[in-house]
């Protein structure tokens, strides 16, 4: 399987219980993106990494959010604490390396994504 | 920093009938605009992209966009849809001069009837 790989693909998790989420980019692909979706919007950003690097955050990536690529191979995305309102979608994607801004460095590959549910 | 807006949040069409799906988006420099498409059940897809070639851009199922700069437009369009095309379509722009994130509109669910 060459695509991106996201794991688990459901969670079910009582309010206060941390989760964390496994991505698996494509191999070549050393830029990785966390995005999230919830019922009725386009993905938002949360984080990016080059390589094991983490580049940006977005704001919407609060503290309880932490998220690492320890190798600059999979990327792990841990949620503490949760709560109802991270209920959603957490959409991995990854792209090729390159100058960024320019040709395949943008096109950006999504897994399907791991379904976050908080009760 | 650029956003995406998609005016029609819910289309539905018959089959063989025209599309065209509205998008524009806010940024003052030059950007990469992209369609996705997620089928029922499936992981976003990328329809088709457009990076400062020919502003007609064709892509995957008959697809196309057309980027207008003056207007900051990028609709996607399809002369004769199929049910098969019944799925959620995505916009996105990236500046192409820097920043890593790419920004998504709302979608719009397009519905195919037979």
């Known amino acids: 399987d060459t695509g991106v790989s996201q794991d688990p693909r459901h969670k079910i998790t009582k309010r206060g219980q941390n989760v964390t989420f496994r991505c698996d980019p494509i191999?070549?692909?050393?830029?990785l993106y966390w995005y999230r979706q919830t019922l009725g919007q386009g993905p938002e950003f949360l984080t990016y990494?080059?390589?094991?690097?983490?580049?940006?955050k977005s704001r919407l990536l609060s503290d309880r959010f932490s998220a690492e690529r320890p190798k600059g191979s999979f990327s792990t995305l841990e949620i503490q604490r949760t709560e109802q309102g991270d209920s959603a979608m957490y959409l991995c994607a990854s792209s090729l390396p390159g100058v960024h801004g320019v040709g395949g460095a943008n096109v950006l590959t999504f897994g399907a994504g791991s379904r976050l549910t908080v009760l | 920093a650029q956003s995406v807006s998609q005016h029609n949040h819910h289309v539905i069409l018959s089959e063989a009938a025209s599309l065209e799906l509205g998008c524009n988006y806010s940024y003052g420099g030059t950007v990469n605009l992209f369609w996705y498409v997620q089928y029922p059940g499936q992981h976003l897809q990328l329809l088709l992209k457009y990076f400062s070639e020919d502003p007609l851009v064709k892509g995957i199922k008959g697809f196309e966009a057309e980027f207008i700069k003056s207007k900051f437009s990028f609709n996607l369009r399809k002369p004769s849809v199929q049910w098969s095309d019944t799925a959620e379509y995505f916009c996105?722009?990236?500046?192409?001069?820097?920043?890593?994130?790419?920004?998504f509109g709302t979608g719009t669910q397009l519905k195919v009837e037979l």
């Open positions: 990494f080059q390589n094991e690097a983490q580049l940006e």
């Open positions: 996105a722009v990236i500046p192409t001069g820097g920043g890593n994130k790419l920004t």
């Open positions: 191999s070549e692909h050393n830029r």
